[in-house]
Structure formats: structure tokens, C-alpha cells
């Protein structure tokens, strides 16, 4: 940063005059796997970071008394915690409007800023940036697993502008990460609705249990009710609605192998194909995978086992990480230890994805290998899944496809948002760029 309004410092200028402003974590013995109780105090660890500003994901607890034994460790709203070991790099706010009171992990560090000098939404900027985020690694301790430290943290320079400029900075970016996070939320409620649609015909069979009720099944038309059975038939899986069979899974889709074009050759990679791997998959709520780490060339394709996998194709990865789902929201390829499904026979690309979400836990139960664990075409085979006729699952994707085309739309909104909040970030952060230009 430059400008004869910055100020040099370091992050322990910043710290609140209070006790333990600036913490790491409670030793090892102090806090470990058998403190954990169903609810309480929430700890921040390694799994609650990495969600964008906030803490969040699924936490586990301890009693207030146990976090009351570890107070100095405890976090507050408002409070930075940063990653000490582990991913390093990671930064997130501990959020206003959740608990009172957090306690970090082992692996974390917090600091509670001196809010008459620095501004935590923008500290937690610039910790974010690609500036910071170098300056982190390059000072980590390399000795086994790289790690950092409390004093390292403390004596981590910076270049601040003034502080009504810091909280006009985090405004800015901030406006974008909460469409960005509005995006989430909508996308985890429409995601959640076309899985209890699905739940509720293909699993629960809720439709024909109202029809053997003599109860007009809720929430569908006329047309749609006319595609469920009002009977039900024994099956090697127990009763399942009349007309419905049950078969091996690999009998009613098509599997498309993947493969990985020749590293040593640069005319193969950084194309404009993108091209999957599991480290790509999204989360489920999110469903569509819309971009991707690395990308080939036509020319890479053509020497690989590699294909492109058309739009609507769902990509399960088989080898390691088994059972991670994609539905392919852009044409692109993926690597060979992933299988790209197509429903056949009439089976569509939604209730295919849907179904396959389903037979997961089964499919992962079903994996071999002396090192990693390994789905095999044969896998599909062994698997027997119900499946309704091909006109009822038209019926569902129709019905579903306005909910995934919006929660795509919102993808790549959320793609383009963020893609601006980064361009904008060292800009504003340096003063290259004021506020003022950018929202005028």
C-alpha cells in the first residue's frame, strides 16, 4: 500500500486493550475429542473456515463450563480467527448475529481488534488478498507440517489507509459478498426443494400412499397424478408402487470414462476446456459444476482417453474421494477417476443426477481396493434401485428443471460477483483505486 494517509503497523498495534485480544488456542490436553457435547459453547476448527467471511459449517460444542475454564481462548462476535496449522491462509470473522460467545480450536488463533484503529470486515480483506496470503506462506514455519504462530502473527506488518476509508472499502466489498452469500442461501432452499420432491415420489412414494387413501395427492396437476399407480406390488426390495420395477442401477444409465491428457506436453493444457477433477466437485447445494481448476485443449482431448461430457451430465467420482457428485453445468472433460452418467431408456438428466445422489451411501458401502477405495463399472451392477416409469421421471425433471436452471443462474452471478470483488481487492487495499470511483 502506498499514500501519505496509510499508516504503517503491525497486527499487534491493531489488538483491543483488553486481556487475551490476541489468543492462540487452548493447549492439546486442555481440549480434546471427549469434551464434545451435542450443544453448548461452538468450536471454531479447521472445517469452520473456508465458507467466505463468516465462521461457519457444522460445529461441534462444549459445556459452558468447559468453555468457561478456557475463557482466554474464547471468541466473540466481531473477533478475526485465523488458521495457526493446517490450511494456512484462512481467515474468517466470527459473525454479530450468532452465538455470544465461540471457543477456537487448538489450530486457531483470534484477535479482537481496537476498533478506534482498524476496521475488522476490511482486516479480514486483507488478510484475503493474494498480497497477505503470500506473505503468510513465506513466513511459515517449515519444520514438519507448516504452521504459524502467535508471534508471527502479532509482528505481521501492514499498511492501513484511514479508518473511515477501511470501513468504506469493506462496504464496498462487502455489498458483493452478501449477494454472494444471498446467492448460497436461495440455492441451498431450491436445491432443498427439488430433493424432498424427489424424496417424496421416488423414495417416500407419498403420491400413491394419498391415492390408496382415497386423498388427492398434495401440490400436483391433474396430468401428474395421472402417472402414479394407485396400487402397490411385492419386490425384492419390499413393496413398491404398481408398475414400477426394480433393477440394477447400471441397467438404466451409461458410463463415460475419463482420462488425463499428457502433463509433460503444454499444447495439451490451458485451453478452453475445462477439466474435472474431484477437487472441482461442488458442494451439494450448489449441484452445477460450472468452472474448474485446470483446463485443456482440443489437442489434449484428442491424444487422451479424455472426452467431452455434454451439458446436463452427471460426473461421480470412483477412485479416492468415492461418491462426489457434479451435474455439468458447462461442456467439459473430466479425469479418469471419474465416471460421467447418462440416464437411458427414457431416463432424464435431472432424475439421473437425483437417483445416483441417492444410491451413494450403497455405492460407497460396494468400493474395493488395497489403497484407495474404487467404484468399478461392476459396482453399478451389483446395485438394484427402484425405478418408476420413464414418463413419471420426465414428469419430475420437468418440474425441477426451473428450480436447477435458477439455482445455475445464481452460480454463475455469484461467479461474476466474485470475480469483481478480487479485482477490485488490491486495488482498493493499495489505493490505486479509491471508493469514490467506484461508486460513482
Known sequence: M??????????????AQTRNALVGGPFGSDLVSKDYVPTGVPVIRGTNMGHGRWVDGEFAYVTPEKAESLSSNCAKPGDIVFTQRGTLGQVALVPKKGMEKYLISQSQMKLTVNAEKADAVFLYYVFSSAEQQHYIRQ???????PHTNLGILRNTPLTLPPLAEQKAIASVLGALDDKIELNRRMNATLEAMARALFQSWFVDFDPVRAKLDARPPAGLDKATVTLF????????LGPIPHGWEVCSLADKIELLSGGTPKTSEPSYWDGDIPWYSVRDAP????????????HVTKEGIANSASQILSEGTTI????GTVG???LVGTPMAMNQSCYGVRGTKGYGDIFTYFALRQATADLQQRTHGTVFDTITRQTFETLDCIFPPANLTAAFDRTVAPLLAQLRANLHQSRTLATLRDTLLPKLLSGELSVAGVTS
Do not use: M, Y
Open 2 to 15: 502506498a499514500g501519505e494517509a496509510f499508516i504503517d503497523c503491525t497486527v499487534g498495534d491493531l489488538a
Open 316 to 319: 461421480i467420482s470412483a477412485r
Open 139 to 145: 513466513n511459515a514455519i517449515q519444520t514438519g507440517v
Open 283 to 294: 458442494s451439494e447445494t450448489d449441484v452445477w459444476v460450472i468452472h474448474t481448476e485446470k
Open 229 to 236: 399407480p394407485a396400487a402397490v406390488q411385492d419386490s425384492s
Open 324 to 326: 462426489k457428485l457434479a
